[in-house]
């Protein structure tokens, strides 16, 4: 969905960068690459960044809502540790439906008892990671934040 705003507090653009600037800045308009919806009373809710989805089979398909379907389940079994991150979706090509998801793990979790669980939680098929993978550490930067670009490098190679 495509929300436009306009505010006086927009950002001149990025210092030294006219590349990063044309991308963001046109007519105006900052082009924020958030995904968001709007529900019956109007309000809009932000639901992730274009960089967090995966066109899958046609549809938009959110990481970030798949992570907290699962990490609900992690914790409702007492295997999720507050504080750690330990698991994250990512995204590998897929030659029949674009890209399929993958799930990075450091945590005990069963792929096939995963899957059920999304399943009855109401989660979409497409929406159902295709691979569980087990590594030592959810890679992440200094910022705390995960580091998107490892996590998929990862996906790839496992």
Known sequence: MRKRGRSCRIFPGYLGRPDLTQKVLREGWYHTADFGRVDEEGFLTIEG??????????????????EERLMSWLKGKGIWHEGVQELMVTAVEDEKKGESLVVLHSCELEATEAEKALREMGVPNLWIPKRFVRVKAVPILASGKLDLAAGRKLAQSA
Not at 49 to 66: L, T
């Open 49 to 66: 960044r274009r960089a967090r989805f995966s066109k899958i089979g046609g549809e938009m398909v959110p990481h970030g809502v798949v």
